[in-house]
């Protein structure tokens, strides 16, 4: 089992930046894609970015060219700059061992959230 945990989440104006990060504990890191989801109330949660220790990374098409994933040996980070009203949301970290998997199912162990809010 891993355990996740994310942090550096806040209020930030829009056009800021802000750097998440999820610390990883228990099972060897580096054997699991670490991926970055978000969600807003009454909204399902959507992938944002993924990145597997071979270094091939994904991305949702909405943050391209703003947010970077990377990790190392136990930590992951969602750099995110650019920031819109719209990316307001629970943030959250979570692994699997699917390979370059964007879909939330296949994510196994799953961080409690960080908060980020923008405002305009």
């Known amino acids: 089992q891993v355990q996740l945990v994310e942090s550096g989440g806040g209020l930030v104006q829009a056009g800021g930046s802000l750097r998440l990060s999820c610390a990883a504990s228990?099972?060897?890191?580096?054997?699991?894609?670490v991926g970055w989801f978000r969600q807003v109330p009454g909204k399902e949660r959507e992938f944002i970015a993924a990145?597997?220790?071979?270094?091939v990374t994904a991305y949702a098409e909405f943050v391209k060219g703003r947010f970077t994933i990377s990790r190392d040996d136990n930590t992951a980070y969602l750099q995110m700059s650019g920031l819109k009203s719209e990316d307001t949301a629970d943030y959250y970290c979570?692994?699997?061992?699917?390979?370059?998997?964007?879909?939330?199912?296949?994510?196994?162990?799953w961080g409690q959230g960080t908060r980020v809010t923008v405002s305009s």
């Open positions: 979570a692994v699997t061992i699917a390979a370059w998997s964007k879909h939330r199912n296949d994510y196994m162990y």
């Open positions: 990145a597997w220790s071979s270094g």
């Open positions: 228990g099972r060897a890191f580096s054997r699991y894609g």
